[in-house]
Structures are given as structure tokens and as C-alpha cells.
């Protein structure tokens, strides 16, 4: 639900529930509710002040679920779930509470500033949580991001309303913090218990959003600085003595470097073919060799009716020295991809057919 108090205060919230037929289990999630307060001071857009459990960070100048065919622009990879699945926490996405203050000035550059809590995974709500970022944008060409100015909401050919000839270029610089189960913690009687270890976390990048009519191309990095995003080695059990006798933690560092792209092309209004390429390596530090993914998705969005969407895609992974404590785990892609030199491995991962019906 969204809408409108008066001119300038603004809402839009998001509620899930969920129900497993069958059973009594089932979900109430309050995914997202926040106030917008826009127009505060100066010229129309310039500062706009959001509050409560935002969309997302706004990283880049395009909304969460943007993208054809991975549904969100940046890559939906954990770095340090890769070493720790108690670890979920993804750059650019999910619902956070916080604050965010943005803007767009003379209707071609954006900017936001924002503090929010981690995702419920790191375990830190707000006010304990640390994580700021910031955000610059610019776009030449095509429509004004505001659809106000000189060109405003009209495109060269109002046959082909998505079809432009524009480029825009984002800048992002994020700070977090995620508590995570390192996997040493012992209990009485000799069960694992978990151990909260600390992952400070510094992440920068560019995104470039190329359209030249009905042909797009959307090309990122980012770089992720994680202090100790790692388990360490499990506990030994209890003790002769019934103390339990906990394992040593891995404070290691780790900087992962991610490259994105996606080429799509509007063939008609309901027919986008494309194809995805992500390539994540991280530098594990600790002598251990560098860990690196590299994810292929083909796939083609379509419309069966309005107001049915249907993508079909494929997933194609490629993966070296990947560890499978986290979420290259076991099932997904054997345990024998381990942190040892030269282990690789390929799969066609699976194939995808998503159904979206709006009501």
C-alpha cells in the first residue's frame, strides 16, 4: 500500500504473509514501511528525508527489483556467506530500518546519504548498528531522472516509451557491520554453541547504465573490504574436567572484487532476451589461494498476459577454490571445491521459470 498525506508526506509499505498449506505454520513480515518527506527545503527534489524500514540502500540511481533477468542490478552474492553460513548479508539488498536524506538537482544528478540497521542475519537493529553509506548519479540523455526539465516525461517516440538514447553513470561508498557465528562455541554437555564474531566491513563501486533505444547494457564493480568474515576451526567438546573447550577463531581479513554485466535487448514491449555475467574473486589471505565464482545466466523475460510476468533462465557456475561451509555448500556444488590450490569445478547450476501475477 502507498499514498499520500498531502503534498509533500508520502508512504509506502510493503506487508508478506505467508501460509504452508497443509499446516498451521505460517509468516506476518512487515517487509517494508517508511515515510517520505519530500521537498523539504529548495528547489522541488533537491532534499527528500525517508524514515523506517526502507526499500534498500539506494546504491545506484535504479529501484530493487530493476533488472530483467537477476530481478536486482548488483549481484545477489554473499561474500562472507561463501566462509560462514550463519554470514547472509548482500551489498544493495533486502529491507533495513533507517534513515535516508537524497535528492536529485537540476534534474539530471542524484545523491543519498543513509544510516540504517544490518539485516536481521547480523543480528544488529538500529540504534547499535553502524552501517552508512553515500551515493552520486548522473544520467545524460533520454529522460530527466525527475521527468521534469527540458525533455521531462517525453521520449523521441511514444510508440516505444522505453526506448532512449542515454547513459548514467553511479558512484556508492558503504560501511557495515554484521555479527556472525564463527563456529568455535562449545556448550555444557559438549554441543556447538554460537560464538559472535565482529565482520567490520568497507564496500565502494561504479555502476554504468548504457541504453541506445531498445539495446541496454549495465556494466558494475565493486570492491568489499570484510576484517574477519571467516570460521574458525569448531570446538573440541567438553573436557575430562566438564569445561567445555571452545575452537580458535580465524581473524583474517578478506577483499573480494565483483564485475557485473547484463545486455539486454526489448525485441517488443513483452519480449526481453539477455544475459547476465557475474565474477567474484576474493583474496583470502592466511596463505590460502584466491576463491573465485564466476556465474553465467542466459535467460529471456516476457509477458503472457498484462498482468503475467514469466522469466525463464538458466544458471551456469563456475567456481575455484571455493570452500563449501557456506553457500557454495555441499548440495549446490559438492564438497569437494575446498580451499586447496587449483580445486575447480563447473555446473549447469539449474534452470529458473519465474511466474509474477499482479492483481
Same mark, same amino acid.
Given at each position: 500500500a502507498a499514498g499520500a498525506f498531502n503534498d509533500t508526506l508520502t508512504y509506502m509499505t510493503q506487508?508478506?504473509?505467508?501460509?504452508?498449506?497443509?499446516s498451521p505454520s505460517g509468516s506476518f513480515d512487515i517487509e517494508t514501511a517508511y515515510l517520505?518527506?519530500?521537498?523539504?527545503? #529548495? *528547489?522541488?527534489?533537491?532534499?527528500?528525508?525517508?524514515?523506517?524500514?526502507?526499500? !534498500?540502500?539506494? &546504491?545506484?540511481? +535504479?529501484?530493487? $527489483?530493476s533488472d530483467y533477468l537477476n530481478d536486482t542490478v548488483m549481484p545477489a552474492v554473499s561474500v562472507a556467506g561463501l566462509y560462514n553460513p550463519s554470514a547472509a548479508y548482500t551489498l544493495g539488498h533486502g529491507h533495513h530500518d533507517g534513515v535516508e536524506l537524497n535528492g536529485i538537482a537540476g534534474?539530471?544528478?542524484?545523491?543519498?546519504?543513509?544510516?540504517?540497521?544490518?539485516?536481521?542475519?547480523?543480528?544488529?537493529?538500529?540504534?547499535?548498528?553502524?552501517?552508512?553509506?553515500?551515493?552520486?548519479?548522473?544520467?545524460?540523455?533520454?529522460?530527466?531522472?525527475?521527468?521534469?526539465?527540458?525533455? #521531462? *516525461?517525453?521520449?523521441?517516440?511514444?510508440?516505444?516509451?522505453?526506448?532512449?538514447? !542515454?547513459?548514467? &553513470?553511479?558512484? +556508492?561508498?558503504? $560501511?557495515g557491520l554484521q555479527r556472525m557465528d564463527n563456529g568455535t562455541g562449545v556448550a555444557a554437555g559438549g554441543a556447538a554453541a554460537p560464538?559472535?564474531?565482529?565482520?567490520?566491513?568497507?564496500?565502494?563501486?561504479?555502476?554504468?547504465?548504457?541504453?541506445?533505444?531498445?539495446?541496454?547494457?549495465?556494466?558494475?564493480?565493486?570492491?568489499?573490504?570484510?576484517?574477519?568474515?571467516?570460521?574458525?576451526?569448531?570446538g573440541l567438546g567438553q573436557g575430562s574436567n566438564g569445561i567445555p573447550i571452545n575452537g580458535v577463531p580465524n581473524l583474517s581479513n578478506a577483499t573480494t572484487v565483483m564485475q557485473y554485466s547484463e545486455f539486454n535487448y526489448i525485441?517488443?514491449?513483452?519480449?526481453?532476451?539477455?544475459?547476465?555475467?557475474?565474477?567474484?574473486?576474493?583474496?583470502?589471505?592466511?596463505?590460502?589461494?584466491?576463491?573465485?565464482?564466476?556465474?553465467?545466466?542466459?535467460?529471456?523475460?516476457?509477458?503472457a498476459?498484462?498482468?503475467?510476468?514469466?522469466?525463464?533462465?538458466?544458471?551456469l557456475e563456475w567456481g575455484k577454490n571455493l570452500p563449501y561451509v557456506g553457500s557454495w555448500s555441499a548440495a549446490s556444488a559438492g564438497a569437494g571445491l575446498v580451499n586447496s590450490a587449483n580445486t575447480t569445478k563447473f555446473e549447469a547450476e539449474q534452470i529458473n521459470v519465474l511466474a509474477a501475477v499482479a492483481f
Open positions: 506487508l508478506t504473509l505467508e501460509s504452508d498449506f497443509g517520505l518527506w519530500n521537498d523539504v527545503v #529548495g *528547489p522541488r527534489h533537491l532534499v527528500n528525508l525517508w524514515v523506517g524500514r526502507l526499500w !534498500a540502500p539506494q &546504491l545506484t540511481s +535504479f529501484g530493487l $527489483h534534474h539530471r544528478f542524484a545523491y543519498a546519504l543513509g544510516w540504517v540497521g544490518s539485516s536481521a542475519a547480523g543480528g544488529l537493529s538500529s540504534p547499535n548498528a553502524e552501517d552508512v553509506y553515500a551515493h552520486i548519479g548522473v544520467k545524460s540523455g533520454g529522460v530527466a531522472l525527475d521527468g521534469e526539465g527540458k525533455y #521531462g *516525461p517525453n521520449v523521441p517516440d511514444p510508440r516505444k516509451p522505453w526506448a532512449e538514447k !542515454a547513459i548514467t &553513470l553511479d558512484l +556508492f561508498a558503504y $560501511h560464538v559472535l564474531q565482529d565482520d567490520r566491513f568497507n564496500a565502494a563501486g561504479a555502476v554504468v547504465h548504457a541504453q541506445w533505444e531498445s539495446a541496454l547494457l549495465t556494466a558494475g564493480i565493486q570492491m568489499e573490504r570484510h576484517d574477519a568474515p571467516f570460521q574458525g576451526t569448531a525485441v517488443w514491449p513483452w519480449f526481453v532476451p539477455g544475459v547476465r555475467t557475474e565474477f567474484t574473486n576474493t583474496q583470502v589471505g592466511g596463505g590460502l589461494p584466491d576463491a573465485q565464482l564466476l556465474r553465467i545466466v542466459p535467460g529471456i523475460a516476457m509477458l498476459r498484462p498482468n503475467i510476468k514469466i522469466v525463464v533462465s538458466g544458471d
